[in-house]
């Protein structure tokens, strides 16, 4: 059974069709990309899957249970996590104490929070942080961080309820190339080793291709294609949809 299953879900704002009658699937321990130019439908298919919009018409299905109009708060219980376009960390708390902090809200003591993130399961946010590969750091106010390094520390921090399906809002946004490149490998890496999905948006097409198990194309609210990166790339259709808008997708030499 597919651990996501997105099934012919609509949402229309007014008379603006943001999706259509979208289906996919995603696999665990699989990198799904949702592609497509500007106004296509990605974030609106993300807060559909996370809870955010509740749809029209269609349903999610996670592991084969309904999760269509639960709210955000119960989808992330039952095992969807989140990242965000721009990351969000508490700039004032150190490394670890943030990870600790998605720890104390993941056992549900988050109003507690305050004075005691210090203290709650450092052992495991040290090793979240290893996973993410910023155990080193973990004692440095994250306001210190290059921005790179404030992503790695959101992943972490999402990894905390130990998520079945990540879902990365153009997690690479604001990054030099080749760190969204090392980004996306880490991610990649962990969501194998957890057997965890991953359903991500992306600009840069060298991420999508060179990362993604596979490839989904909205345009329009419509999904266009879905394919491995390499039937996409040759897809005429996904070509024709892309011309004009500055993207390349042939892959940078
Ligand atoms: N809350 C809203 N109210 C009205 N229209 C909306 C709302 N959210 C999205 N839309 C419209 O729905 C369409 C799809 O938007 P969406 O943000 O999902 O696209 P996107 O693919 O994520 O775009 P981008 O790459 O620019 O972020 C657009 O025409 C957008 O203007």
Redesign the pocket.
């Known amino acids: 059974m597919s651990l996501l299953q997105v099934q012919n879900i609509s949402?229309a704002?007014?008379g603006?069709?943001?999706?259509q009658n979208i289906s996919f699937a995603l696999q665990a321990g699989e990198l799904l990309a949702l592609i497509?130019?500007?106004?296509?439908?990605?974030?609106?298919?993300?807060?559909l899957v996370g809870g955010q919009?509740a749809a029209d018409s269609g349903q999610v299905l996670l592991g084969g249970k309904n999760i269509s109009g639960l709210a955000p708060r119960a989808i992330w219980r039952l095992g969807v996590g989140r990242t965000f376009q721009i990351a969000q960390t508490f700039a004032s708390l150190t490394v670890v104490e943030n990870v600790q902090m998605a720890l104390l809200s993941a056992d549900r003591k988050i109003f507690s929070w305050w004075p005691r993130a210090a203290g709650h399961r450092r052992s495991d946010a040290l090793a979240l942080l290893e996973q993410v590969g910023m155990q080193a750091q973990a004692e440095r106010p994250c306001s210190e961080l290059a921005y790179g390094d404030v992503k790695r520390v959101e992943l972490a921090m999402a990894l905390a309820h130990d998520p079945q399906l990540l879902l990365m809002d153009?997690p690479t946004a604001g990054m030099a190339p080749g760190e969204r490149v090392a980004l996306m490998q880490l991610a990649r890496r962990i969501a194998r080793q957890r057997q965890m999905g991953v359903l991500f948006?992306e600009?840069s097409m060298d991420v999508v291709f060179g990362q993604a198990d596979r490839v989904a194309v909205?345009v329009r609210?419509q999904l266009l294609a879905e394919g491995t990166p390499q039937q996409i790339r040759a897809d005429a259709r996904v070509q024709q949809a892309y011309l004009g808008t500055g993207l390349v997708l042939e892959k940078q030499k």
Do not use: Q, R, W
């Open positions: 949402k704002f007014g603006v069709k943001a999706v497509g130019p500007n106004g296509a439908g990605k974030t609106t298919t993300f807060n919009l153009e948006t600009h909205l609210g």
